[in-house]
């Protein structure tokens, strides 16, 4: 997951709905990733056997990983190497996030979301994760407003280096989170539940991040 500094403007970051399988879904996401230009994907497995899991993140990574995506998944750091993933999101946790940036860094990204406080956001970020997410959960682990995404997204841009992950829970938060100052806005159901299709979502997110630029 890397940034072009040359670019002003937010770059989609896609999070799969919560998957018992994935067969029947990478229709639909070929489609996404071939509508417009996705920086990274993270793929979310509801509880199945591990053989199940790794043949799933395969299935993904064929799709991804030729686009220039990179594969974000979640659970145990010894899977990501295993199963040919790019790296791993985690809730945060001060002991699973050294454990998984001992484990993984420098070679894999380590992303962190749930992040409900101000000092939580600054402890993953002097632990050394590659990006934080803001806006999946609130303040003291309420559900977050676009406002208060916003709020979080300019503090961090304004004084850290670590890229920020904003989540835009509908199409009209991505362009004020770009223009906020994320590096990524990460997009989930307001995609896949799009009635339009995943394709014409992925396009449109893709306009508004750019013209929040301009």
């Keep these: 997951m890397t940034q072009d500094l040359s670019d002003d403007f937010a770059r989609l970051y896609l999070a799969t709905p919560r998957l018992a399988e994935v067969e029947a879904f990478l229709p639909r996401l070929a489609a996404a990733l071939a509508a417009a230009e996705v920086a990274s994907l993270w793929l979310r497995l509801e509880n199945v056997d591990a053989p199940a899991v790794e043949r799933a993140i395969r ?11 990179a594969l974000l998944i979640e659970g145990d750091p010894e899977l990501v190497s295993r199963a040919g993933a790019d790296g791993l999101h985690l809730s945060f946790d001060d002991k699973r996030l050294a454990a998984a940036i ?36 609130g303040e ?35 362009g004020p989170l770009s223009a906020a100052g994320a590096e990524f806005v990460l997009l989930a159901e307001a995609i896949w539940d799009d009635p339009r299709g995943p394709a014409e979502a992925v396009r449109d997110a893709a306009r508004l991040a750019e013209e929040a630029a301009r």
Excluded at 114 to 137: H, K, N, P, S
């Design 59 to 69: 299935a993904v990574a064929d799709i991804a990983q030729p686009k220039g995506v």
């Design 102 to 137: 001992k484990r993984l860094s420098p070679d894999f990204i380590v992303g962190v979301g749930a992040l409900t406080t101000r000092d939580e956001a600054m402890r993953a970020g002097e632990a050394g994760a590659d990006y934080l997410l803001f806006g999946d959960v």
């Design 140 to 174: 003291e682990g309420a559900p977050p407003t676009p406002g208060w995404t916003a709020e979080r997204v300019a503090w961090w841009a304004e004084i850290f280096n670590t890229p920020c992950v904003a989540f835009a829970h509908s199409l009209a938060e991505v």
